[in-house]
């Protein structure tokens, strides 16, 4: 079965520091991939998208992610985190031929002053 | 914007108890999807719908039924509520056709606790 890894539990970064969350995915054709935000108490909310073509992809808080297939990865970057962002981020994918994501077990990002 | 809405926020309910959790989207997605979420095991599907009438199992089914007899609506059934489906569930829909790569749109989940 398709997997998705994302290897950080929990990651602390300071106010204004820049941002990477690690995502590694299993060898697939043509994997759709897709980066979620939760908020505590809140449903997941779409942060961006990769389907095909230009590998660094712009999503919206600010956020771009960048697909790399050598490396199976599609880790999520932010050049300076606010407190709000955080929250728990899940990446996920889809494979051709099937409609359901397979989710990673979520890294939660907590923000120090 | 795409709207789910999952009809309650937080319930309560009693072993063995039948539970209706209800998920309503307003964006004429055909696909509509049921997960739970619990600490350390992530978003697992439940089960999810492709069609009007059309329901498929995803990966834990057992004790769950679900029904969509409108293309709005998609309806989450605990049969006989038990304790260890104490969760946080989520639906979610996206557009296109069955075996599409569109987005999933989530509502804000519902925290259900069986006593």
């Known amino acids: 079965a398709q997997s998705v890894t994302q290897p950080d539990i929990h990651i602390t970064v300071s106010e204004g520091a820049s941002l990477e969350l690690r995502c590694n995915y299993s060898?697939?054709?043509?994997?759709?991939l897709f980066w979620y935000v939760q908020s505590p108490g809140q449903g997941l909310q779409l942060l961006l998208k990769?389907?095909?073509?230009?590998?660094l992809v712009q999503g919206i808080k600010g956020f771009e992610a960048e697909f790399k297939r050598s490396q199976s990865s599609f880790n999520l970057r932010k050049p300076s985190v606010h407190w709000s962002d955080a929250a728990e981020y899940f990446c996920?994918?889809?494979?051709?031929?099937?409609?359901?994501?397979?989710f990673g077990k979520g890294t939660m990002l907590l923000v120090s002053p | 914007d795409v709207k789910v809405t999952q009809s309650s926020r937080y319930l309560v309910k009693r072993t063995g108890e039948k539970v209706f959790l209800e998920c309503v989207q307003d964006m004429d997605h055909e696909n509509m999807f049921w997960y739970r979420q619990d600490p350390g095991l992530g978003l697992r599907l439940i089960y999810f719908s492709y069609d009007v009438k059309m329901k498929e199992k995803g990966d834990i089914p057992e004790g769950y039924s679900v029904s969509r007899e409108k293309k709005e609506r998609f309806s989450l059934i605990l049969e006989s509520a038990s304790t260890n489906q104490t969760s946080m569930y989520l639906c979610?829909?996206?557009?296109?056709?069955?075996?599409?790569?569109?987005?999933?749109?989530f509502g804000d989940g519902t925290r259900l606790s069986i006593l």
């Open positions: 979610a829909s996206s557009g296109g056709q069955a075996y599409s790569n569109q987005p999933q749109h």
């Open positions: 060898y697939g054709a043509t994997p759709y």
């Open positions: 996920a994918r889809i494979d051709s031929g099937y409609s359901t994501l397979t």
């Open positions: 990769y389907f095909s073509g230009d590998t």
